[in-house]
């Protein structure tokens, strides 16, 4: 069974630019979500979503953003890229929200650089 | 809302001997407990979660966990270690019965030496 897929693993980017980040969750999972990963601040949410609907999100200004297509694949955009948005980008996929034990699987992340 | 305190940044550690990583949350409701390990340039791969049940849970590795609710704490602890346990270890907590946002701590290295 394969596991969450992020692509691209590694990209650089140029202040001002935008970016779109692609998560493939394990096949049958429905929730997926987004985290960010910096020496900084550590590992923060950013949202989830689950049927196409985001159920969930965190403190992060509007040019995060994020969609799910309806084979649960998801998508995270960050716009006007600034310095202090480079980071660790993960994603992560559970069978299905509202029931917190179920384990929640990371993909292996997107390392985004902004310079 | 909940927090997750790990107050050990680094742990450095001779092979093959025990170690523990500790783990206090702040939460007002019931939660669930997780923790999980970094490998150097790689995600995040669950070492073992308390849901309910038995206080004290086996993960992967060796390595297990205790949940103790009047200490609020999860520490992560390991008999032997060994050099491929090198990591970071983060410990992470979910309101019971919610959908996935979790709450992480920030970290701690686990150093092991020959």
């Known amino acids: 069974k394969a596991g969450v897929t992020q692509t691209p693993r590694y990209l650089i980017k140029t202040r001002g630019q935008q970016v779109t980040l692609s998560c493939s969750p394990i096949s049958g999972h429905r929730s997926v979500s987004w985290y960010q990963q910096t020496p900084g601040q550590g590992l923060q949410f950013l949202f989830e979503y689950f049927s196409e609907t985001q159920r969930n999100k965190g403190n992060f200004p509007g040019r995060f953003s994020g969609r799910q297509f309806s084979n649960s694949r998801s998508e995270m955009n960050v716009s006007t890229l600034e310095l202090g948005d480079s980071a660790l980008y993960l994603c992560?996929?559970?069978?299905?929200?509202?029931?917190?034990?179920?384990?929640?699987?990371f993909g292996e992340g997107s390392w985004l650089t902004v310079v | 809302a909940q927090s997750v305190t790990q107050l050990d940044s680094q742990v450095p550690v001779f092979e093959e001997a025990p170690v523990e990583l500790r783990c206090n949350y702040s939460s007002s409701v019931s939660v669930y407990l997780f923790w999980y390990v970094q490998y150097p340039n790689q995600g995040l791969q669950l070492l073992l979660k308390?849901?309910?049940?038995?206080?004290l849970v086996k993960g992967i590795n060796g390595f297990e966990a205790e949940f103790n609710k009047s200490q609020t704490s999860f520490h992560l602890r390991k008999p032997s270690v060994h050099i491929s346990d090198t990591a970071e270890y983060f410990c992470a907590v979910i309101p019971a019965g919610t959908a996935s946002k979790l709450t992480f701590g920030t970290g701690t290295r686990l150093q092991v030496t020959l």
């Open positions: 992560a996929s559970s069978p299905q929200v509202g029931v917190g034990g179920n384990t929640i699987y």
């Open positions: 308390y849901l309910s049940g038995s206080t």
